[in-house]
């Protein structure tokens, strides 16, 4: 059965560590996404990669990295210096960079206690 | 940066009615695709219309593009409960997809 999975599900992180939120597709994409989404803000794009070993910052990327070993995976690390980590994050794929429809994973809640 | 705007940001309709939301951008697209989102869930893509086409159906679902005005529409036909969800329009161009803040729909039984 396809399709793209984020775990866990709900995260809590005590401020001053780093987190690492889960991305694993079985879709045989080639390009995958992380988005941040807080309540009226919709989606903001922190990273993506188009193939392995590459990515490219987005519109948000201070205070998260990835890594994009295998295809197949794209961890996000959602670090210290991120100033307000609270938020509902979403991985996305795509057959192609640009131009394709996205299948999204149900996503992972942080929250800072 | 949100390319683009939907309007109007929430919506509340009685079931059997039909659902208009309106999405505007600010810079020349490849394509414009629209995703429905469930509390808490993750986006599930609806249509995709490119920049050379005008409307486009999917079954309840009809979408139109008018690339002189920069904007688009999504209509919901003889709407249903299971319709309430929040609507994102999301932009391709040169960079992947750009969304909006998004339509909050509710239908009424």
């Known amino acids: 059965d396809g399709g793209i999975t984020q775990s866990p599900k709900y995260l809590f992180r005590k401020e001053g560590q780093n987190v690492t939120l889960s991305c694993e597709q079985n879709l045989n994409h080639d390009a995958m996404y992380w988005y941040r989404q807080d309540p009226g803000q919709g989606l903001r794009l922190i990273y993506y990669s188009q193939i392995v070993n590459d990515f490219q910052k987005g519109d948000i990327a201070e205070g998260y990295s990835v890594s994009r070993e295998k295809k197949e995976s794209f961890p996000l690390t959602v670090t210290s210096a991120q100033k307000n980590p609270t938020a509902f994050y979403l991985c996305a794929s795509s057959i192609a960079g640009q131009g394709t429809e996205a299948f999204f994973g149900q996503g992972t809640r942080l929250t800072v206690v | 940066s949100q390319q683009g705007e939907e309007d109007p940001q929430a919506l509340s309709i009685q079931e059997g009615e039909n659902a208009t939301m309106n999405c505007s951008y600010k810079?020349?697209?490849?394509?414009l695709q629209w995703y429905r989102q469930n509390s808490g869930r993750g986006l599930v893509h609806l249509i995709l219309i490119r920049s050379n086409e005008r409307e486009k159906h999917s079954g309840r679902l009809r979408v139109t593009l008018d690339t002189s005005k920069k904007s688009s529409s999504l209509l919901i036909t003889a709407s249903r409960a299971a319709d309430t969800a929040s609507y994102f329009c999301a932009t391709v161009g040169n960079t992947p997809l750009v969304f909006g803040k998004g339509t909050r729909l509710s239908v009424i039984a």
């Open positions: 810079t020349s697209i490849n394509n």
